[in-house]
């Protein structure tokens, strides 16, 4: 069974020497808390996060419904929701005809530019990302992204409001040979507490890199490493029957904590389109340092604040 780490070896996932940390607090503050995090381990994550969500405001009243009672009794079970039905296709048909129509592009590789879904420059690129800012603006995406059952569900499962933070939105094509970055075996080091929602935008099946959670692995403490790690080493720590592929049709949607090891595999013979919307106890640094748009239809201020002034 792989060994727990200690304070000191997780310290080095994000903080190599005190001056690389000092650098980026003093470029952005929000690094602070985001670089110290991994050293926390699960008990300290846990510890801060009553902390923190005791401070942090609550809805009054909260109502829950059958659905929200139940995403989150399957995270704290799990890690994982049940696949819900998909969304109307009206709503969908508009989502993906924006992606498809909105150039993406590869972060590690910027020289490519940014280059039509269906005209990838090369075989390198294993995925194509969407930036905050043109994700916010696909149409229907403050309604998918302030879903009522959504938002309660995180904040049972959080303990306060959510912060919506770290909307995301990418392509992956089949034809690769090698898994790279979020196609490995990771856990989210992004806040002490959060859940993030994820749309399949279009139809995921096991030849349309589906993705996979290993059940029950949010609330362990092994493997606290900072680092991706093999399918071989996830399936001797939390066995093979709890690594659970995770289908649905176009439009189906699931909740995750993603401290729990995830990844999406590789496509075999089907690109796959993926939006995924982060809900923490507080902002990161994946976001704009400053709201993009106004709020126009009333979204709770305080849920939105990162995205919505």
């Not at 269906?118 to 998918?144: C, K, Q, W």
Request: aromatic share 10%.
């Amino acid at each position: 069974m792989p060994e727990t780490t200690t304070f000191a070896e997780r310290l080095k996932t994000r903080v190599p020497s005190w001056s690389h940390f000092l650098a980026r607090a003093r470029a952005d503050e929000r690094n602070i808390a985001y670089d110290l995090l991994p050293a926390l381990g699960l008990k300290g994550r846990r510890r801060v996060g009553n902390i923190v969500s005791a401070f942090h405001p609550k809805t009054p009243g909260l109502k829950l419904s059958p659905v929200a009672r139940s995403l989150c009794r399957d995270l704290r079970r799990d890690g994982f929701s049940a696949v819900q039905p998909p969304i109307a296709s009206d709503i969908l048909n508009d989502v993906v005809s924006y992606f498809k129509t909105t150039p993406c592009h590869d972060p590690y590789r910027p020289h490519l530019g940014t280059f039509a879904w269906d005209a990838v420059p090369s075989d390198e690129v294993n995925i194509g990302y969407f930036t905050p800012e043109e994700v916010l603006r696909a149409p229907h995406m403050l309604d998918l992204m302030n879903r009522p059952d959504v938002l309660a569900a995180a904040e049972l499962y959080l303990g306060a409001k959510p912060v919506l933070d770290n909307i995301g939105c990418m392509w992956s094509w089949p034809g690769r040979d090698v898994s790279k970055g979020v196609q490995r075996f990771h856990r989210d080091y992004d806040c002490v507490r959060n859940v993030k929602l994820f749309y399949y935008l279009t139809e995921v099946d096991n030849e349309a890199g589906p993705h996979v959670y290993a059940k029950g692995s949010q609330r362990s403490r092994i493997l606290e490493t900072g680092k991706a790690q093999t399918d071989d080493t996830i399936s001797e720590a939390f066995g093979p029957e709890n690594v659970v592929r995770i289908t649905g049709p176009a439009g189906s949607w699931f909740m995750e904590d993603v401290y729990g090891f995830h990844k999406g595999l590789l496509p075999v013979a089907k690109p796959r389109l993926l939006l995924a919307i982060q809900y923490n106890l507080y902002p990161s640094p994946h976001s704009p340092k400053a709201p993009i748009m106004d709020n126009p239809s009333g979204y709770d201020p305080y849920t939105n604040k990162v995205f919505l002034r």
